[in-house]
């Protein structure tokens, strides 16, 4: 069955600092990746995916991903975070062509102004 | 556009009672997921429908859980007997190939067993 890592639960950071959050899966075929972002008490909202193509991604707010299919990952990142994207954060992961979504744990990132 | 409806948003009930959720997905969107999210943890998918069919419910706890999506459009979850460990966020989701197949969730109905 396929997995999604993300290495770190909490992240805090301050206003203006660089933000990079990790997330490795396990499958080895052709995948479609996500990211996710939950506020505080909102739904999930897609921030980003890649499906195929230029491998670094850009997304909503600032957010770019890079896709580096040899390390399995698919990391988060934005040069300068604002107190607005205080949330939790999620990769998830789907095998081309079949749309179940598997989901990492997710990482809570609090930014302090 | 309308995104996905999901109803009660918040329900208490004690242990062995039973509760339903409902969502109604976005217009036009043949597959329809229900997602249970547990504090501290990412999402995973209960069940998947393509139009009324079911396409994946491996996940399901089907002494205690179940769904229907009988048109192919609303659908329901429910949940009887509740246990303690079924507090969580249930999170319905939908999509379509049109949309590259992203998938679109609702803001969820949280259930507390006490």
């Known amino acids: 069955a396929q997995s999604v890592s993300q290495h770190n639960h909490h992240v805090i950071l301050s206003e203006a600092a660089s933000l990079e959050l990790g997330c490795n899966y396990s499958y080895g075929g052709t995948v479609n990746l996500f990211w996710y972002v939950q506020y505080p008490g909102q739904h999930l909202q897609l921030l980003l995916k890649y499906f195929s193509g230029d491998p670094l991604v850009k997304g909503i707010k600032g957010f770019e991903a890079e896709f580096i299919k040899s390390k399995f990952s698919f990391n988060l990142r934005k040069p300068s975070v604002q107190w607005s994207d205080t949330a939790e954060y999620f990769c998830?992961?789907?095998?081309?062509?079949?749309?179940?979504?598997?989901f990492g744990k997710g990482t809570m990132l609090l930014v302090s102004p | 556009e309308a995104g996905v409806a999901q109803s009660p948003r918040y329900k208490i009930i004690e242990k062995r009672q039973s509760v339903a959720f409902w969502c109604n997905p976005i217009?036009?969107?043949?597959?329809l997921y229900w997602y249970q999210q547990i504090l501290g943890q990412g999402p995973k998918l209960l069940i998947q429908f393509q139009n009324n069919g079911v396409v994946d419910d491996s996940q399901l706890p089907k002494d205690r859980f179940s769904a229907e999506r009988l048109k192919g459009v609303d659908s329901t979850l429910k949940i009887q007997p509740a246990k303690l460990e079924d507090s969580a966020v249930y999170l319905c989701?939908?999509?379509?190939?049109?949309?590259?197949?992203?998938?679109?969730f609702g803001e969820g109905s949280w259930l507390t067993v006490v």
């Open positions: 989701a939908s999509s379509t190939r049109d949309s590259g197949n992203t998938i679109y």
């Open positions: 998830a992961v789907t095998n081309s062509g079949y749309s179940t979504l598997t």
């Open positions: 217009s036009g969107h043949a597959t």
